[in-house]
């Protein structure tokens, strides 16, 4: 009775849904590896450990050295990839990660879709293994093709034994795997599910675990793509692409499986020269598509981080080179005695506040874990004044939705560095204006005399060396714009939860 149903559906052979659905799958799979590639090559250095020391990697694909004799910054270890790899190639993380996102969505939409009709047609019968002896019936399966021999045809139902498990693990196990992993990568997920983290072994192990997984998903397509190549090139295609095992459509199927293939090449391709000559339109087109993950996740997240002492990494990253005005020179001189915090814009009451007034209000103390957009993460303990705070007592007029966090430094172009925040992640319990680090006086590299940290958003949100805090209904006023200068100069996403 079972078999014969088998065999009726292997009759059917693949339906419509099915195969365009494989080539949906393949088409965002590949925006997905270029745009991953991208991603990792802004850091490309994997660790099983919390802390991103370096020296302590378990793979470096870079033969950039790590000066030793001046102060470095992690931006310099970005490595441009060509774009026949990478999309949309150079050195372009911020376009790299709209790519990847946009991608992603339609990708797990189509996955979803793809399991829900799975179940809802019976087709999961021939993917699903029922029996415990697909494993030793694989097994055969593998002995005679690596003797270089083709199983009979009695032996595709319509998979053979091997190709159902390998099926099935990369749809039922594969897949979610690099989801999970994603997901742990993080900064707002990290801060709100802090033991599904510590499950996948924190960010960086996350990390490690998201590229193994990318490489296995590259070997499965050698593999599959070889596989139907050795076991009869038209024959499969004819499958494949028109679900047809008459001879005569084989020519045509080959064709038209072929010519979609250049198609979506051609089109990696030209998406990734026009993103990068028109990379302020490419932000605003896919990042459309990006704020459907970021906005819902930066409102509902809030930060629960609690690591504990022993946690705290012994080298903390650095990002982003010290000021180096006059200005900011004295006032380091006379060790900020005469520094003052400006707060201002669309407040009831502006403020300047000197050090010894930011001491003297009630501190909160944290040990997180901070989330670099290149990859890099490092856990330290905060001490500062909650956002929250100061915000009751500039009192924020009712128009203003977000904060100008102005610092004393310079940003890639010269200009002062700037970010933008919405007020409501500044509200978080998490959010502090911190002015020590591991019990130390933040040290100038960090962002004496006081620097942010907004726990669920990533780390070139947390502005250091910062001069003033101006309140505003709007931002697109300021410079280019875009709500920062890592968001003007580098294309990332104004709200930073992934
Ligand atoms: N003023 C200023 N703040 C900045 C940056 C910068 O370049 N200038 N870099 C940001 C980035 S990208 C990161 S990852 C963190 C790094 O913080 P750290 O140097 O204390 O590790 O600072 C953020 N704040
Ligand atoms: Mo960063």
Known sequence: MHTTFL?????????????????????????????????????????????????????????????????????????????????????NLGLGRHWHFFAVLFWVLNGVIYVILLFATGEWTRLIPTSWTIFPAAWHTFVTYITFHVPPASEFRPYD??????????????????????????????????????????????????FLGLVAFIAFIIVHVTMVIVTGFAHNMNSIVLDSTSADTEGEAVGLGLGVLAAICIFYGISSWWTRRNPRQAQH???????????????????????????????????????????????????FQDYELVVDGMVKHPLRLSLTQLYAMEAQEQITQHN????????????????????????????????????????????????????????????????????????????????????????????????????????????EGEGGSREDNKYYERVAGI
């Open 7 to 91: 065999v009726i559906l292997a009759s059917l052979g693949f339906p419509g849904w099915l195969r365009v659905q494989h080539l949906i799958n393949l088409f965002f799979m590949g925006l997905l590896i270029r745009s991953g590639i991208q991603i990792f090559a802004s850091y490309p250095r994997l660790y099983w450990n919390r802390h991103s020391t370096p020296g302590t990697e378990w793979l470096k694909i870079t033969r950039k050295p790590i000066p030793q004799d001046r102060p470095w910054i992690t931006l310099d270890q970005e490595v441009p990839v060509t774009a026949w790899l990478a999309q949309p190639g150079g050195d």
């Open 161 to 210: 034994p091997l190709q159902q498990l390998a099926y099935a693990g990369v749809v039922f196990i594969l897949g979610p795997f690099l989801i999970i992993t994603g997901a742990g990568q993080s900064p707002a997920i990290e801060a709100q599910f802090p033991h599904f983290s510590r499950l996948l072994g924190g960010r960086q192990s996350a990390r490690s675990l998201h």
């Open 285 to 335: 087109a896919l990042g459309k598509v990006d704020h459907l993950l970021m906005m819902p996740l930066a409102r509902v997240t809030k930060s629960h981080q609690d690591y504990a002492p022993k946690d705290i990494s012994p080298f903390f990253l650095v990002n982003g080179h010290p000021p180096v005005s006059k200005e900011y020179a004295q006032l380091r001189a006379n060790r």
């Open 372 to 479: 670099c957009i290149q990859g890099w993460s490092g856990i330290a303990k905060w001490r500062g004044v909650p956002m929250q705070y100061i915000i009751n007592r500039c009192e924020p007029l009712p128009e203003a939705k977000y904060a100008v966090f102005h610092s004393y430094s310079e940003d890639t172009t010269g200009r002062e560095f700037y970010e933008v925040l919405d007020l409501n992640l500044l509200r978080h319990p998490q959010c502090i204006l911190a002015y020590e680090m591991n019990d130390q006086p933040l040290p100038l590299e960090h962002g004496a005399p006081v620097r942010l940290r907004v726990e669920t958003q990533l780390g070139f949100k947390m502005v250091k060396w910062i001069r003033e805090i101006e309140f505003t209904d709007d931002y697109r006023h300021i410079r």
